[in-house]
């Protein structure tokens, strides 16, 4: 039976190479000159902006969003935190890159999955949805059907398989 699975990855290389241009953009702007501003990766899907003030810790945020886009990592998997300040004012901001399903959006893309009618079975499986069927067409006519649709999150299909 041909089958395929739906997944909301990011390319974990793209966030490292947006990462090392945010860092070469930072040490040549002008702006940013003999500031302790940083960006560090602390996990592998979170990254920590820290700076002076929040107009700089505002700076660094567009030219790390910035970069993310540009290497085409999709902004819907990129959550944003609030910022946190100290009395000191030094500010400091954490950027969660979201890496599968989560359980409310896994179960919302089955729901709308199974509300089309499709002869199709949907299977959550540890972050990632598995969809089968007995025609290769029905599995098409989901994969438009979802990419018709905005779940909040980036939506990839991988492991076609006939």
């Not at 909301?8 to 702006?31: P, Y």
């Not at 700076?51 to 902004?75: F, H, P, Q, Y």
């Not at 990129?78 to 400091?92: E, M, N, Q, T, Y």
């Amino acid at each position: 039976m041909p089958s395929f699975d739906i997944v909301s990855e990011v390319d974990k290389q793209e966030i490292d190479n947006a990462l090392n241009q945010a860092k070469k953009e930072l040490s040549t702007r002008f702006d940013f000159k003999d500031s302790k501003a940083t960006i560090e990766r602390t996990n592998p899907d979170v990254l920590e902006l820290t700076a002076e003030d929040t107009a700089r810790l505002r700076s660094l945020m567009e030219i790390m969003v910035g970069k993310l886009a540009k290497r085409g990592v999709d902004l819907r998997n990129v959550d944003r935190k609030d910022p946190a300040i100290s009395p000191l004012g030094h500010a400091r901001q954490e950027i969660h890159i979201k890496q599968g399903l989560e359980g409310d959006k896994a179960k919302e893309i089955t729901k709308a999955i199974k509300a089309e009618g499709l002869h199709v079975q949907c299977q959550v499986q540890d972050r990632q949805i598995r969809v089968t069927g007995k025609k290769k067409d029905d599995l098409q006519t989901v994969i438009q059907l979802l990419r018709r649709k905005d779940f909040g999150v980036a939506l990839n299909f991988k492991n076609f398989r006939d």
